[in-house]
């Protein structure tokens, strides 16, 4: 609700042969339900089979989506300092904006600290509007660029002084929220 979102499709991939396909479906239709009664969205469910984040990447790119959202699973502990190999997956095959929510508690979400990562290609830059709204409900937001180093000491201390000039116009157009 507090990213303007209209309508969304939740996802279930299963692997082929190895999922259950109907079990899923029927706990996405009970994932409907439960979010019609509390916002009235547009929710459709679909469970398809292949490679979680294949499946996942094409469908977004074949519906043109907005946003992946990717909810955070409840693993143990150690897993949850990681991102789980789909989501990772995920990120490194789409230029669509994706966000990634872990809340491994019953209780209300609370968005304290964001990160944004950014290496302000296109997908990054498509995200600003998310970021902007999710900011709103944030206390605290981490502006992140993430790219790869110059060849040569020359060109990185360059490449540094950019990125600095970049980073603190994107913290001034975002202070606002």
């Known amino acids: 609700k507090r990213l303007n979102i209209q309508s969304f499709d939740l996802i279930n991939v299963v692997s082929s042969g190895f999922g259950n396909k109907d079990d899923s479906l029927e706990a996405l239709h009970q994932a409907v339900g439960i979010i019609r009664q509390k916002i009235p969205y547009n929710v459709s469910a679909e469970v398809v089979e292949g490679h979680a984040a294949s499946e996942i990447v094409n469908m977004a790119r074949g519906q043109d989506y907005n946003l ?25 095959m789409t230029n669509i904006p994706t966000l990634i929510y872990k809340n491994y508690s019953d209780k209300p979400a609370n968005w304290g600290t964001v990160i944004y990562a950014t290496d302000f290609e296109e997908a990054a830059e498509r995200a600003v509007p ?3 709204f999710i900011g709103q409900a944030a206390t605290r937001l981490i502006i992140q660029h993430v790219g790869k180093r110059a060849a040569d000491p020359n060109s990185e201390k360059k490449r540094k002084e950019f990125i600095k000039g970049v980073l603190e116009e994107r913290k001034r157009n975002l202070e606002l929220y």
């Open 130 to 132: 998310y970021v902007e």
């Open 68 to 92: 992946i959202f990717i909810p955070g699973h409840d693993k143990n502990i150690m897993n949850r300092s990681l991102l789980g190999s789909t989501t990772s997956d995920v990120i490194r």
